[in-house]
């Protein structure tokens, strides 16, 4: 069972918004919901290939969403710079 549609938005949101404070991001609302969301895809992807999955609820997705999100920010600026 996974979060569902509006569950993946606000802790993708939630995610993106933990991540943008870390890594000193200004992103807004929406990008922060993608952030959350495409970083939990992207380190849910790394991690189910060396074999660790992260459980479907709640806690876990954010953790995970933020750690991804915070991973996207510096592939882009590391790319950008």
């Known amino acids: 069972m996974g979060l569902g549609i509006l569950a993946s938005i606000i802790v993708g949101g939630l995610a993106g918004w933990i991540a943008s404070g870390l890594m000193k991001a200004q992103t807004g609302?929406?990008?922060n919901?993608?952030?959350g969301i495409v970083g939990a895809v992207v380190l849910n992807t790394i991690l189910?290939?060396?074999g660790i999955y992260a459980d479907r609820s709640w806690l876990p997705q954010l953790i995970v969403g933020a750690a991804g999100a915070s991973l996207l920010i510096f592939v882009w600026r590391r790319i950008k710079s």
């Open 48 to 50: 189910s290939i060396v």
């Open 33 to 35: 919901i993608i952030l």
């Open 29 to 31: 609302l929406l990008v």
